[in-house]
């Protein structure tokens, strides 16, 4: 049976004091978000953690990125052309679009109120709060992935929606300790109230906690999604002296990125400046493959000589192979510029 309602609130700050405990003990105090109080330097963080791993975030790129962009307002002043390519293998890189038009709107700060930050682009109510809490010292829960666990093994839910894991936060929040609480809850589901063999034996929560006589049960598993793959063919443009043409995406996904022309991989020609080209005499480079959340793709690459003058149209840019790596490429494209600079360096032999 279930405790009371009075019960459950009678044993928080028991839990609250096991949790603190637990994190001055063990943990990640270490993480560099973590010992700044700089909203922006905490705000960069939390977007770069939607979706990429901690050690990654911390050894790759969120050092490299202060170190360009120093200042929200510095971040404003950017084109957006750096920005996204110091962004450049994270991935979901609407996050730096949106990142970057924060900036410009927040207007040298980043402001406190969680509804507030909720109006900037991108920033959505875990992170608002995640900012709210760090930097501001609000005493609002957050809720990311590990906390989710966590919340659904300690009230034994199994398919709970969004609205009912807030209700439980606000039940479970270090009120008087934001900063630490939430960043204690991120770590035992990180390293405590892990996804396979919790160790409930040294878990802060364990005196409240419902679910931990079958704690792998909460939350209940997800039906594994079948990854398509999505066959194409990327054309390379030349104008046959060493330089290659390229387009900025305009499209929701990898937007604000630079490209080759794409088809389909069943396509016998493809339009580029207003031209038809067939693919039948176009030179074969080789393959590429990128495993992205929703879908692989699965290319062909083939080179093209551009046919008369290039015109003007929609940023098309001429680069060499040097000038390219200074560009905002996604993963499939470097591949592609790869496997051009392995092709000239044959001719070149």
């Not at 405990?21 to 993480?31: D, I, N």
């Not at 760090?134 to 609002?140: E, I, L, W």
């Not at 894991?165 to 939430?182: G, I, T």
């Not at 900025?248 to 389909?264: H, M």
Request: with cysteine; glycine share 6%.
């Amino acid at each position: 049976m279930p405790p009371k309602t009075n019960d459950f609130a009678a044993s928080l700050p028991a839990f609250h004091r096991a949790l603190s405990r637990w994190y001055k003990a063990h943990g990640r105090h270490e993480l560099p978000w973590r010992i700044t109080r700089d909203p922006y330097a905490i705000y960069v963080s939390e977007i770069m953690l939607q979706q990429t791993q901690v050690a990654t975030v911390r050894e790759r790129y969120y050092g490299p990125f202060l170190e360009r962009f120093p200042t929200i307002a510095a971040l404003a002043a950017a084109p957006a052309r750096e920005v996204m390519k110091s962004w450049e293998g994270l991935g979901y890189y609407r996050r730096a679009a949106h990142l970057h038009e924060a900036a410009k709107r927040s207007k040298g700060k980043l402001p406190a109120l969680v509804e507030t930050l909720m109006a900037l682009p991108g920033i959505g109510r875990n992170t608002a709060h995640a900012v709210a809490a760090f930097a501001y010292g609000t005493p609002v829960p957050v809720m990311e992935a590990n906390v989710k666990r966590v919340l659904c093994r300690i009230f034994a839910l199994k398919t709970p929606d969004e609205r009912a894991l807030w209700e439980k936060a606000e039940l479970l929040l270090n009120r008087k300790h934001p900063f630490d609480y939430n960043q204690a809850m991120m770590d035992i589901g990180a390293m405590v109230c892990t996804k396979r063999a919790p160790r409930c034996d040294i878990c802060p929560a364990a005196t409240i906690c419902k679910g931990k006589i079958s704690p792998e049960s909460y939350p209940a598993a997800k039906a594994k999604k079948q990854v398509p793959v999505r066959g194409r063919i990327i054309a390379v443009f030349t104008d046959g002296a060493g330089q290659y043409f390229l387009a900025p995406r305009a499209t929701r996904f990898l937007g604000g990125l630079y490209g080759f022309v794409e088809a389909d991989a069943d396509a016998l020609s493809v339009t580029f400046m207003g031209r038809i080209y067939p693919l039948a005499g176009a030179k074969l480079l080789g393959a590429v493959s990128q495993s992205y959340s929703h879908f692989t793709l699965d290319a062909r690459v083939v080179l093209l000589k551009m046919k008369g003058q290039m015109r003007k149209a929609a940023g098309m840019i001429k680069a060499n192979l040097a000038e390219m790596k200074r560009l905002p490429l996604s993963r499939a494209d470097q591949k592609v510029a790869d496997l051009l600079a392995s092709a000239e360096a044959f001719r070149a032999a």
